[in-house]
């Protein structure tokens, strides 16, 4: 099991910037795969960005491609994600989470372990 603590959310206007972090405690970080999903009210988890164990491999949804990057320290045992030029229709709450396998998952139940997430209200 690995404990997840998502911060960096808050409030910000459109066109701005924000990172989150994502810290891991407990087992080895460099043994998993993470990725960052989002949920907006009254709407399903959607998928944002992946990144492999060493890094070296990332994937991101094509609504964020080009403003947000995927990174991640096994040093500091953090996962961030860079958000910029963001957008109203990126409000929602942002969960990071662990998975034990390989592939850079695009679906939540390829997940092992999440955080509480953290929210991120962009205003127009």
């Known amino acids: 099991q690995v404990q997840l603590v998502e911060s960096g959310g808050g409030l910000v206007q459109a066109g701005g910037s924000l990172r989150l972090s994502c810290a891991a405690s407990?087992?080895?970080?460099?043994?998993?795969?993470m990725g960052w999903f989002r949920q907006a009210p009254g709407k399903e988890r959607e998928f944002v960005a992946a990144?492999?164990?060493?890094?070296?491999?990332?994937s991101h949804a094509e609504s964020v491609k080009g403003r947000f990057t995927i990174s991640r320290d096994n040093a500091k045992n953090t996962v961030y994600l860079q958000m910029n030029s963001l957008k109203p229709e990126d409000t929602a709450v942002y969960y990071c989470?662990?998975?034990?396998?390989?592939?850079?998952?695009?679906?939540?139940?390829?997940?092992?372990?999440w955080g509480q997430g953290t929210q991120v209200t962009v205003s127009s």
């Open positions: 990144i492999s164990r060493g890094g070296g491999s990332i």
């Open positions: 989470a662990a998975s034990m396998g390989w592939a850079l998952g695009e679906i939540g139940h390829e997940y092992d372990n």
């Open positions: 407990g087992r080895t970080f460099g043994g998993y795969v």
